[in-house]
């Protein structure tokens, strides 16, 4: 008897664990889907609005900017545009590509007339913490060729002061041998702690495109970033900062339900 009251208690309990566990899923799943509206509609928004004939185009990196290219892709077939692609990754390249899109580099074409790319922090003033996919370097020297940079994101990416929402630190390219002397240099000028990143499917440390390593900085508190980025940059060995100050036009951000904040400094 006792064991039979046992087995249905049990039973009963894993029918709940199983259904909680299918409720989390199917959330995760929903919020995942909720996350990809956002940036497609961002993305979408962007490419109608900045995209013309006979443009170059740099063209950005992460998820954000699939979308982008998506939709370029679309507006190259439907309108016949005549445009060229400059990647910002060996990514962006790869989408570049296989979207039958002109791939293009800058030394045939330094100077472009639109840039493309997401962002994993911005605040009130438009600087931008980038490189969460490791392609700072290249991102910053294509935006810097760029006539406007158009930034898009989706609304988890907005914060009054860089570091709200985005925990994972600042991006900075370093000189592999040059590691453990950027990192010491960071923390004694500004505090925090500056982490070597560490490959998820390989052993050791994330390469770079450029063949580089990366420290991601976790900063105590906000702070004049146009300056933090010149120290930093001062430092031997490091190659780039994932602060993008004083770069970003406008940026374009998703909402779940499809909408689309547009956000400008000089409008
Ligand atoms: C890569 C980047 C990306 O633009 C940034 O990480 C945003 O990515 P996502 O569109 O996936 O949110 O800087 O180095």
Not at 37 to 51: D, G, I, L, Q
Not at 140 to 151: D, M, P, Q, T
């Amino acid at each position: 008897m006792r064991n039979r009251i046992y087995s249905r208690f049990m039973l009963n309990y894993n029918v709940i664990a199983v259904s909680n566990i299918a409720k989390q899923l199917s959330r995760m799943c929903s919020n995942g889907n909720l996350v990809n509206v956002a940036k497609k509609a961002a993305a979408y928004r962007a490419v109608n609005e900045h995209v013309k004939d006979n443009q170059r185009i740099g063209i950005g990196s992460g998820s954000t900017i699939v979308f982008a290219v998506e939709r370029l892709h679309q507006r190259v077939q439907e309108e016949q545009l005549n445009v060229t692609c400059v990647p910002t990754s060996y990514q962006a390249r790869e989408l570049i590509t296989s979207h039958g899109l002109v791939l293009e580099d800058l030394d045939m074409n330094p100077v472009l007339d639109v840039v493309i790319d997401g962002a994993d922090e911005f605040d009130d003033d438009l600087t931008l913490i980038k490189g969460g996919g490791g392609c700072l370097t290249q991102e910053k020297i294509v935006a810097a060729s760029g006539k406007e940079l158009i930034i898009i994101t989706d609304g988890s990416k907005k914060s009054k002061l860089l570091g709200e929402h985005w925990k994972k630190g600042i991006p900075i390219e370093v000189i592999p041998m040059a590691r453990v002397p950027v990192a010491q240099k960071i923390q004694a000028m500004y505090g925090g702690e500056a982490v070597l990143r560490m490959a998820k499917s390989k052993a050791g440390p994330v390469v770079t495109d450029n063949g580089n390593f990366i420290i991601d900085w976790k900063f105590e508190k906000a702070a004049k970033w146009g300056l933090v980025h010149s120290n930093i940059k001062l430092i031997p060995g490091v190659v780039e900062t994932g602060l993008f100050v004083e770069m970003a036009r406008c940026i374009y951000v998703g909402n779940s339900d499809g909408t689309v904040e547009r956000i400008a400094k000089h409008d």
